[in-house]
Structure formats: structure tokens, C-alpha cells
């Protein structure tokens, strides 16, 4: 038997104890501050014992729940300070690993996909997971030709269990409002469901990857070049190091934080521009650190393809370039006029250009300046404003619209500021749009 828990019934009741759970903590919570427990250790208590359940259940679970759980993590800088620190801890344990399949199941599911004489071409295997994730984990071992490799295999029964636990998250989405605060868990749900075909096929992530591959072949980026895959196992090249963003997001130094974020800003917008598509899943796990070489510098490694959005016209839009430098020149009527030429804002819609100012110029702060420092205080203050039902930024986003081709570019670049908020970067975030994003630099 697959080790992937798959009766719908048994998954989903352990999704649906997580808001209960929460309750009965807080509910106790309640009680302990009226027997004169300080307000902040209670709460501090409640949000360690959240995170422990919350992130435990959903790597026990792996499927659409670890995913959720993965997607989550990337906006961690957005909770208030006294909760941060058990999300955090919890989160990244997440990132980098989680229960994994049976050694049994593992050679099954490469006799399947591979043939019985998979041996022939994996020389050497190792039966220890090297790493695990949402829907499969990673294998070390030595291809045919001598090439160290890394072996994706996917958990079976992962598709029934990746749609299922989506589903139900989407039901639950306004529970888990209270588990992770300012967290619209039912969008999260329902972007990652429209994935989940592509995901889910490992051919179609080893055609990305060898384009990344191939298009960062000998910069400061490395992709491991894919070997060999099937529906549901992908061998690539190994990649050295074992650090990832995450470890330099707990105990990095400001020069580390600075050069790998300004990396990672880098390559949000030099893929598009390298190989036509976006790498669509920015959180920490996926980027690594990957020792020097031949006396030359460390450098940024990128995995799991999995999510990758092929752009229209093979860029990013550059309609959205252009946006973001009139807003800049602070022509909010100028940009009411261009929202609406691109199906931001419906016929019927009445925005005032003051307004969409004080709703978007927060979020253009980054490239006002030559360098910019993200920051946790950041990305809460956007958050927040934008989940506050009382303010008026709040009521003027309810009234604007995102157009389907905008919508996964949208949430892997609020994906990745959470990111650069969680290292602390100073970047020139500027600079790179202008060399990077199409349309930024034209005249106005």
C-alpha cells in the first residue's frame, strides 16, 4: 500500500480538526487570561501550539495540503512580530521536508514508470530520501554515464489527494482565516487547484526545466539539466549544497541577505525574459546555495519546475511595465485610464484616480528608490490594509478585477516581495526593472 494517506474521509478529517483545534485552544486561551495569565504569553502559547498542528498535519497529510502549507510559508512576513516566530520555525521545517514513502513503494513506482530495468540506467540508488515534498520526494544517485542525479518520484495516489485536500481547504477557506491571519485561504485554495494538471505531469516540468537550463546555462544561476523522465518520475542533475534561501532567511548575514536577494529579485524577472515563461513557485526551499567552484563565486541554484507560466507573446506584459512607471510619475489618472484599457477595471466600475493612489503607491515603493529595503514591517503594513474591511483600500479592491492572464503572475510576485520582505534584502529593485521588465524603461 502507497504510504500518501488516501481515503478522502480520513484526509479530510484531519483538514476540518485544524479550526477546531484552533478554537478549543483559543478557547482555553480565554479562560486562562481570566485566572490572570498575561494576555501576550497566552497568545504567544496559542500561535506555538497553531503552528505545531497546523504545519505537522499538513506534511503528514503531504498532497494539496503540503502544497497549501508551502504556499502559505512564503507569506509568513506578513503576521504580526509575536506570532512570527513559531510560524517560522514550523514553516520551515515544512519547506524542507516531511514524512516519506516506503522503500517498497519507492521501487515500485520505478518499476512502473521506469520498467523493471530501471538498475540499467540508475546505477546507483540511494533508498534514503534526500529531501520530500507536496507530491513526491528526491532520491539521490548516479546516472549511467557517471552523473551524480537527483530522482523525483511522485507518491502514488498523489492526484486524488491533491484535488481532494484542495477542495476542502477551499471549503474551510474561512476557518483558516483564524489559523493564519490575513491569508485569503480560499484564493490560495483555488490557484493552486488551476495548477494541479500541470504539476502533476513531470513531463511537462522536464520541458521547462531544460529551457531554464539551457537559457542559464554558464551565469550566475545554476538549473540542473533533466536527464531522463517519465508522467511520474523526472531524473536530473544532481545539485551540490544543502543550504537553502530559508537557512539564510533564520541566520544569514545583511551582506548574505543583500546578494542572495538581489539575486532572487534578479531571476523573478530574468526568467521570463531568458526563456519566455515565469518559475512560478518563489518560495525558500526551492533556492539554493551552491558552493563556489574552480575559484569562482557561489551561486543561486533554482529547482522544481513543476509551476511554470507560459507567458502570452513570450513576456512578461509589457502593458504591466508600463503601469508601474506612470504610477510612478504618480499619473493615477493616466493609470485609471490603462487599468481599464487592460480589463482591471469593468465599464461599470468607478475609480477615482486619488483613490487607486493611496491603494497602489505602497506597493511601487520598491522602485522609487535606487535601493530598497524590504522588510517584515512592510509586507504586514501591505497586507494588513488590504484585509482590513474598515479601510478604504480594502473597499476599492473589491471593486477592481484581475484578469485570468494576470492572476499567476500576480500571486508568485506577492509571493516572492514576501520572500525579500522574510530576508531582509536591500536590493535595486529599480535597476532591475529597467534592464528586466518589459515596458518599464520605454518613454512615457
Known amino acids: 500500500m502507497p504510504d500518501l494517506p488516501r481515503k478522502a474521509v480520513t484526509r479530510t478529517a484531519k483538514l476540518a480538526s485544524l479550526p477546531l483545534g484552533y478554537a478549543g485552544r483559543t478557547a482555553l486561551g480565554v479562560g486562562r487570561r481570566l485566572g490572570g495569565a498575561p494576555a501576550e504569553a497566552v497568545m504567544t502559547e496559542v500561535q506555538q501550539r497553531t503552528a505545531e498542528q497546523l504545519f505537522r498535519t499538513l506534511g503528514e497529510l503531504k498532497g494539496g495540503a503540503m502544497k497549501f502549507g508551502q504556499a502559505l510559508s512564503i507569506l509568513e512576513g506578513a503576521l504580526p512580530e509575536e506570532m512570527a516566530a513559531p510560524y517560522r520555525e514550523q514553516l520551515t521545517r515544512l519547506q524542507d521536508s516531511a514524512p516519506p514513502m516506503s522503500t517498497a513503494v519507492v521501487h515500485q513506482q520505478l518499476v512502473r514508470e521506469f520498467g523493471a530495468a530501471w538498475k540499467r540506467k540508475i546505477v546507483e540508488f540511494d533508498d534514503v530520501p534526500a529531501a520530500a515534498a507536496s507530491i513526491g520526494q528526491v532520491h539521490r544517485g548516479r546516472w549511467v554515464d557517471g552523473t551524480d542525479v537527483a530522482i523525483k518520484i511522485q507518491y502514488p495516489g498523489a492526484e486524488e489527494a491533491l484535488r481532494a485536500d484542495l477542495r476542502q481547504i477551499a471549503r474551510l477557506a474561512k476557518t483558516f482565516g483564524g489559523l493564519v491571519p490575513g491569508i485569503d485561504a480560499r484564493a490560495l485554495a483555488q490557484e493552486l487547484q488551476d495548477r494541479v494538471a500541470e504539476e502533476l505531469d513531470y513531463r511537462l516540468e522536464a520541458e521547462a526545466q531544460e529551457m531554464f537550463a539551457a537559457a542559464f546555462a554558464g551565469s550566475r544561476f545554476v538549473v540542473p539539466r533533466p536527464l531522463a523522465h517519465s508522467q511520474r518520475v523526472l531524473v536530473t542533475e544532481w545539485m551540490p549544497g544543502t543550504a537553502s534561501l530559508a537557512r539564510v532567511i533564520d541566520s544569514g548575514t545583511q551582506e548574505q541577505r543583500d546578494r542572495w536577494g538581489e539575486l532572487y529579485a534578479r531571476f523573478m524577472f530574468e526568467g521570463p525574459a531568458r526563456t519566455g515563461m515565469l518559475h512560478a513557485d518563489p518560495h525558500p526551499g526551492n533556492f539554493r546555495i551552491v558552493p563556489a567552484s574552480d575559484g569562482g563565486e557561489e551561486r543561486l541554484g533554482v529547482l522544481d519546475y513543476g509551476a511554470v507560466a507560459r507567458l502570452p507573446g513570450g513576456e512578461m506584459p509589457r502593458s504591466l511595465g508600463r503601469l508601474m512607471r506612470i504610477a ?31 491603494y497602489l503607491g505602497p506597493f511601487v515603493d520598491p522602485a522609487r528608490q535606487d535601493r530598497f529595503r524590504f522588510s517584515r514591517e512592510y509586507m504586514r503594513e501591505q497586507l494588513q490594509r488590504m484585509q482590513d474591511p474598515s479601510q478604504p483600500e480594502t473597499q476599492l479592491a473589491f471593486r477592481l478585477n484581475l484578469p485570468p492572464d494576470y492572476l499567476l503572475i500576480h500571486r508568485t510576485f506577492v509571493g516572492g516581495v514576501g520572500v525579500l520582505c522574510q530576508l531582509g534584502a536591500e536590493a535595486p529593485f529599480r535597476g532591475i526593472l529597467e534592464e528586466l521588465m518589459p515596458g518599464f524603461a520605454d518613454p512615457i
Open 328 to 358: 510612478l510619475l504618480d499619473d493615477y489618472d493616466d493609470v485609471v485610464a490603462h487599468l481599464r484599457d487592460e480589463g482591471f477595471i469593468r465599464p461599470h466600475i468607478r475609480v477615482r484616480a486619488e483613490e487607486l493612489k493611496a
